[in-house]
């Protein structure tokens, strides 16, 4: 098996060490014994690089990237939706999960355009929302708890299906305590960190459904890996919190 993992616009899209998923679901894929290529999609691209991919990965950003990048992000609006609606996994972080939206406001006044392929708008508001995140997820997914750090001055509001319910942290908004976007096999979230490598659950929940959209392969033919390590880090960040949290085996 084989899947095709295009990573976009790595040159604006690339907070607080989001390129580590990249490097998890690469890893994870091959320690299945499937092959996974990467492509780093740049501004000067052409669109036919994202024929035929498996999951498609955003980046965070700060404001002024998030400007600079609709221009390039519109001329591959089409292809992005089609390969959403057609459920390509998708991983959008902050910026990026914003980007997907209709419109950032800023507190200025400012509108950063969004691509409008999923309903829902950022707002600016006073304050940045800055630390660990703790989640328990919607995707009925064990572990149940997803860590992460967050930091965004913007805030979400949407009515789709959300990542998660909030343990700890602000998540979309700081209010409503609902964390990031579920829409078909896309997942958009807060969550840096990177979010992966302490995260094993979530980087498989997206190989998996790249395999069963591509292969049709079911679960127990989706080969289990050893997670220790991944866990430790994993209940960690839970440990600093709440003794609560520790995922029991
Ligand atoms: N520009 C966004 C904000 O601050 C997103 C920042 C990020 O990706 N961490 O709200």
């Known amino acids: 098996m084989h899947i095709k993992i295009v990573n976009l616009f790595p040159e604006l899209l690339n907070l607080y060490g989001d390129k580590g998923n990249i490097i998890v679901l690469k890893k994870r894929a091959e320690w299945r014994n499937i092959k996974a290529d990467i492509i780093d999609y740049h501004i000067e691209d052409t669109p036919y690089l994202l024929k035929e991919v498996d999951i498609v990965l955003l980046g965070g950003a700060s404001d002024y990237e998030e400007k600079i990048l609709f221009k390039f ?55 940045r929302l800055v630390g660990n995140l703790i989640i328990e997820n919607n995707l009925g997914l064990l572990p149940k708890t997803v860590v992460g750090f967050e930091n965004h001055g913007g805030r979400t509001y949407h009515n789709y299906n959300t990542f998660g319910k909030i343990l700890t942290g602000f998540g979309n908004n700081g209010k409503d305590k609902k964390e990031g976007i579920v829409y078909k096999n896309l997942i958009g979230t807060y969550m840096h960190g990177p979010i ?45 919190y709440n003794k609560r949290f520790f995922f029991k085996k």
């Open 73 to 127: 992000l519109l001329g591959i609006k089409n292809i992005l939706k089609e390969l959403i609606e057609s459920n390509v996994p998708v991983l959008a972080i902050c910026g990026g999960y914003q980007l997907l939206g209709n419109l950032y406001i800023k507190d200025s006044g400012e509108e950063i355009k969004g691509l409008g392929i999923l309903d829902f708008y950022t707002k600016q508001e006073k304050g």
């Open 196 to 240: 992966l490598p302490k995260n094993p659950h979530i980087a498989d929940y997206l190989i998996f459904n790249a395999l069963k959209r591509k292969y049709g392969i079911t679960f127990d033919e989706f080969a289990k890996l050893d997670d220790r390590i991944e866990m430790l880090a994993h209940r960690k960040v839970l440990a600093l």
